[in-house]
């Protein structure tokens, strides 16, 4: 091979990778800025917005926006019903309550008539007039900015739209307002506002009156499988559950599905593969696409500090042979995780050893073992999925590994 073969080689196997690092990136943020959340990951899309935009309409059917302000990736959930990953306004952070959704959904409403800069204050004031909605009364839902835990609710959604680049603070501090003793003043960027809901229609067009109903309708798209019916329709709906979820099980998939899989899985795999560069997994229960990265990886499993190392040592015990798919109550959770705290206190944080530590422990750890798709929760009862048994393993040795590197 010739010098220059080599390097139109070299060239083009370095422009395959930035291609396959900016579809990851899409993956892990469908909307990025310019400034964030990773401007080098927006460059590539920019520079790579050709072949990715025909590659996810190709396998996925989702459609990719790139322009100079925002590239957003309309990925439409398989499960609009998923409550297991809800937003956050940071990862690793408190995940948003029903009502701070409401703030989120009201706050944005507000947006789409202020100005250019607004203070917190006066996004406050508009908020607490769209929350004495009838609706949303009868509905149960109460705003009044009069206790600090509402301002808090009404900050933990603002600081969602700081995260996504939909507001930009200039002055002032979140927190000062929660005390009330300040303010914040804000930059509104209408282009990520205008690109945020990642819907096939509008609200407005929804008809639906139920909430699931009215979910489903917003994430359907009529067009977005047309001309396409049979195999080449159940490859996009495995394809998109490949890339987003962490797993998928076999028994989660209908008829259709496990027929196209049991001919196509090779196949199917390798195209997600070389677009992303993300690495398949094929067992007996089901599939996955792991990176090695973490690029794409939003909540992941072991994670260092309290609740990542409670989490392992958690999805050991489920793992556990005796207990593996056996449905385990929370109050046995909740027991044995009093035991780890009595054990691992003094390489945990405080709070943990206070009442009601070890159930919030017990919680936060169960919350992301099912966000994982790694356990499965019936009423009062928790039980492992396939997946989770490639956790046990003894437990202390599960601990003597973690444990040097708690923060």
Do not use: N
């Not at 196509?264 to 599939?287: K, S």
């Amino acid at each position: 091979m010739s010098t220059a073969e080599v390097l139109a080689d070299t060239l083009e196997r370095g422009a395959t990778e930035e291609r396959r690092a900016a579809a990851r990136a899409l993956l892990r943020h469908p909307l990025l800025t310019p400034t964030r959340p990773a401007p080098e990951a927006f460059r590539a899309v920019r520079k790579h917005a050709g072949p990715l935009r025909r590659w996810f309409a190709e396998e996925t059917g989702w459609s990719l926006v790139v322009d100079p302000d925002a590239a957003r990736l309309r990925k439409a959930p398989v499960d609009g019903g998923d409550a297991t990953r809800p937003a956050r306004a940071r990862r690793g952070g408190p995940p948003l309550t029903r009502r701070r959704y409401v703030l989120l959904c009201l706050a944005l409403a507000a947006l789409e008539r202020a100005d250019p800069q607004v203070t917190l204050g006066l996004l406050a004031e508009q908020v607490l007039a769209a929350a004495a909605d009838e609706t949303l009364v009868a509905a149960g839902v109460r705003f009044t900015l009069e206790h600090r835990d509402e301002r808090a609710d009404l900050v933990a959604a603002i600081r969602v739209l700081l995260e996504l680049g939909v507001l930009a603070r200039v002055a002032g501090d979140e927190q000062a307002y929660v005390d009330e003793r300040g303010d914040a003043l804000y930059d509104l960027d209408r282009r990520v506002l205008a690109g945020l809901l990642a819907s096939a229609r509008g609200p407005s067009m929804v008809s639906a009156s139920s909430t699931p109903q009215r979910l489903a309708a917003l994430v359907e798209d009529p067009g977005l499988d047309a001309g396409l019916g049979g195999p080449a329709a159940v490859r996009r709906r495995l394809a998109r559950r490949l890339l987003d979820d962490p797993v998928v099980y076999l028994d989660d998939l209908d008829d259709a599905e496990r027929e196209y899989l049991r001919t196509q899985r090779t196949h199917l795999l390798a195209r997600l593969a070389d677009g992303t560069g993300l690495e398949p997994e094929a067992r007996a229960e089901g599939l996955a696409l792991l990176d090695p990265t973490g690029e794409t990886t939003d909540l992941s499993m072991p994670e260092e500090g309290t609740d990542g190392h409670a989490t392992l040592l958690l999805a050991t015990y489920l793992a556990d042979p005796h207990r593996h798919r056996q449905w385990v109550s929370l109050d046995e959770l909740e027991a044995h995780a009093a035991t780890l705290v009595e054990e691992h206190g003094p390489h945990w944080r405080k709070a943990v050893r206070e009442p009601g530590g070890a159930r919030d422990l017990a919680a936060t750890a169960v919350g992301r073992l099912l966000a994982l798709d790694l356990a499965e929760r019936q009423g009062a009862a928790v039980r492992s999925r396939p997946a989770l048994a490639r956790y046990a393993a003894d437990p202390a040795t599960v601990a003597g590994a973690v444990q040097g590197t708690l923060a």
